[in-house]
């Protein structure tokens, strides 16, 4: 099993739409969680840190569930601009490395 | 006010050559890293250093040999380059501290080295 699994999409989506990526970790022992936004040919950024007890920030919703050790990021009233590459990102220890999904491709249209 | 800085952007090689890519950070940030995305786009640690120290060193060729000369610098340098290093080279830097939850900091990646080796 891949240590963080997501579906690579691409999700294709009209403006304005709600969508759900989700992804699944292997390492139970997993302490952060983070979503990532990587446009094409460019570096990845943070989005959002998702806490245990879920957080939104604006039209963008994480939600963690360690139970079944899967995150989730909700997007609504998506953009043009939204589209991206998702990563999802997890990590079990302060300095220890950050695993990275291969990432879920979002294609917003008009 | 570039926060994590790298150069070059591009960088089109031979086969067996040597080179580096270097990385600086002005964010006062400790540790610093260099990933790898190849091909697929699978983003990898390669290493990590805090404070100029080496603390991580993922299972990478010793040809990869990175230096930090200070810890706002992260260089690294390729021995004789082979055609599977052709990749995007990613360097990123945090401040090592506690969210609310105690967790991992957040990482800053510089805008990534594009590296062809022909």
């Known amino acids: 099993r891949k240590e963080v699994e997501q579906d690579p999409g691409p999700f294709n989506v009209p403006e304005g739409a709600t969508v759900a990526f989700n992804c699944t970790y292997s390492n139970s022992a997993s302490q952060s969680f983070f979503w990532y936004r990587q446009d094409c040919r460019k570096e990845p950024k943070l989005l959002m840190s998702v806490y245990s007890s879920g957080n939104e920030d604006g039209r963008f919703t994480a939600q963690l569930n360690r139970a079944s050790q899967y995150i989730s990021l909700l997007i609504r009233d998506s953009k043009l601009s939204d589209s991206a590459t998702y990563l999802c990102v997890v990590s079990p220890l302060r300095y220890s490395t950050l695993t990275f999904g291969k990432g879920t491709m979002l294609l917003v249209s008009p | 006010d570039t926060a994590v800085s790298q150069t070059p952007k591009y960088l089109v090689t031979q086969m067996g050559n040597d080179k580096s890519i270097k990385c600086e950070q002005n964010l006062g940030h400790d540790t610093m890293y260099w990933y790898k995305q190849d091909s697929k786009k699978f983003l990898k640690i390669m290493f990590s250093?805090?404070?100029?120290?080496?603390?991580i060193n993922e299972t990478v060729p010793n040809r990869f040999s990175p230096k930090s000369p200070d810890k706002a610098h992260l260089n690294l340098h390729i021995n004789s380059l082979e055609l599977g290093d052709s990749a995007v080279y990613f360097c990123?830097?945090?401040?090592?501290?506690?969210?609310?939850?105690?967790?991992?900091?957040?990482?800053?990646f510089g805008p990534g080295t594009r590296l062809l080796v022909l």
């Open positions: 990123a830097s945090s401040q090592p501290g506690l969210d609310r939850e105690e967790r991992q900091e957040t990482q800053y």
């Open positions: 250093y805090n404070n100029k120290e080496l603390i």
